[in-house]
């Protein structure tokens, strides 16, 4: 079993929606967690951070994390074509970082 | 925020040359930094970590004589791909943590290496 999992997509929204991108993980000790966000060619930038249970939100973007489920969330509102781009999660346990193969999300004009 | 420069972003060799990468983190020390590599499409794979002051700790898999680390100071790591072959034509991206791990990695901006 991966330690982070994502569904790879694609994902499709129009201009204007809420994007929706899920992650969940298999160790319940995980203490934080993070949503980055790559551009084709481009290396990943950290977007979302969160710590505890329920939601932190930041502009047009919320993370939701859920340790009794072991899933972390990011939505995305008012999607923008510039939201075009992969979503990685990322879970820190312990020692270890790690990453999540990452959604691929399409925001149509 | 923290700021991880890496150079080159681009750089085309012939097959059989060596090439550096460095990765820097300007405004903060890095004790560790890590060295990502990722194929076209493809999910970050883990190469290596580099420890200031001591050997690289390498993903299973990885050649540590074909990809050499060098983490000499706290600012600055390098990975050299010696003897490189059109294989090894990747994006290679590091990153850096900014105190605890809980804080999340930092990258730096990658660097595409094309072998021909």
């Known amino acids: 079993q991966k330690e982070v999992e994502q569904n790879s997509g694609p994902l499709s929204v129009p201009e204007g929606a809420i994007a929706s991108l899920n992650c969940t993980y298999s160790?319940?000790?995980?203490?934080?967690f993070f949503w980055y966000r790559q551009y084709s060619g481009k290396s990943p930038e950290l977007i979302m951070s969160?710590?505890?249970?329920g939601d932190q939100e930041d502009g047009r973007f919320t993370a939701q994390l859920n340790k009794a489920s072991q899933y972390v969330s990011l939505l995305i509102r008012d999607s923008q074509p510039s939201d075009s781009a992969t979503y990685l999660c990322a879970v820190n346990t312990g020692n270890q970082f790690y990453f999540g193969t990452g959604t691929s999300l399409t925001v149509i004009p | 925020g923290a700021v991880v420069s890496q150079h080159p972003s681009r750089v085309i060799c012939k097959s059989g040359t060596s090439v550096k990468i460095e990765c820097r983190s300007l405004?903060?020390?890095?004790?560790?930094m890590f060295w990502y590599r990722q194929f076209p499409k493809q999910s970050l794979m883990l190469m290596a970590t580099?420890?200031?002051?001591?050997?690289?700790?390498?993903e299973q898999g990885v050649e540590k004589d074909k990809f050499l680390i060098n983490h000499a100071s706290l600012t600055l790591s390098t990975l050299t791909v010696t003897s490189a072959h059109p294989e090894d034509s990747s994006f290679y991206i590091c990153?850096?943590?900014?105190?605890?791990?809980?804080?999340?990695?930092?990258f730096g901006s990658g660097t595409r290496l094309t072998v021909v």
């Open positions: 969160i710590y505890s249970n």
């Open positions: 405004d903060f020390q890095a004790t560790t």
């Open positions: 990153s850096a943590l900014q105190g605890a791990q809980i804080y999340g990695y930092t």
């Open positions: 580099s420890n200031e002051g001591s050997k690289a700790t390498y």
């Open positions: 160790d319940r000790g995980s203490q934080s």
